[in-house]
């Protein structure tokens, strides 16, 4: 498996994205600090989800950083992704990771204590913990856990966290003190006018919170 950070995780909205678009806003962001790229995009077909993850692939070639799809088997395996990431709706861990293989990063979402502590890390590599805040990048979310419910959440599994809802440059302290091994955010660099600079003073608070 590819080694991963989650310090600084981009998950990649399609139409927060759309001033620049999602490839120009990634490469903007990592040159800025993000250490992961999601591609999520639950309205596209396998065929445009292929092609935007292979557009994404290339910029991120000799970056180090790792790209992740949301949901899409199909589309995470003929991309060649660095890693799948699924929802507790979506497929189950267990069959995401037979489709996948031993060697791709699989990541899965949690949003209470109870799934958190289920999650077994002989088939899962990391957990999205959250929602931490409200947020309307994803309609439907469920409830807000806060900051004490996302560090019930990280007492009770070892396996590495990034916590996601509603996280903006004000939360990184708290969010790390909570126990979270990284931040998951979106509108806090996708739609930004310089997604560059909103990922370099995202870095930049967490490499101060962890000094």
Do not use: W
């Amino acid at each position: 498996m590819k080694p991963f950070d989650l310090s600084l995780y981009l998950v990649l909205d399609p139409e927060l994205c759309r001033p620049l678009g999602m490839v120009e806003t990634a490469r903007r962001a990592v040159a800025g600090g993000v250490t992961m790229v999601q591609l999520r995009d639950k309205d596209a077909t396998l065929a445009r989800m292929i092609e935007m993850g292979r557009a994404l692939k290339s910029v991120l070639a000799g970056t180090g950083v790792p790209l992740i799809v949301n949901d899409d088997v199909a589309a995470a395996v003929a991309i060649g992704a660095d890693g799948l990431h699924v929802g507790q709706d979506d497929i189950e861990a267990r069959a995401a990771r037979q489709l996948i293989g031993p060697d791709m990063i699989l990541g899965l979402s949690v949003e209470t204590e109870v799934l958190a502590a289920a999650v077994d890390p002989g088939v899962v590599d990391y957990v999205g913990m959250g929602p931490v805040f409200a947020t309307s990048t994803k309609p439907g979310h469920k409830p807000p856990v806060g900051i004490d419910g996302l560090a019930r959440m990280r007492a009770v599994t070892c396996l590495p966290a990034v916590a996601i809802g509603g996280l903006k440059v004000g939360h990184v302290e708290p969010v790390l003190k909570a126990g979270a091994d990284g931040l998951a955010v979106v509108s806090a660099i996708c739609g930004q006018p310089d997604p560059g600079a909103a990922a370099a003073e995202l870095s930049e608070a967490i490499r101060k919170t962890r000094s």
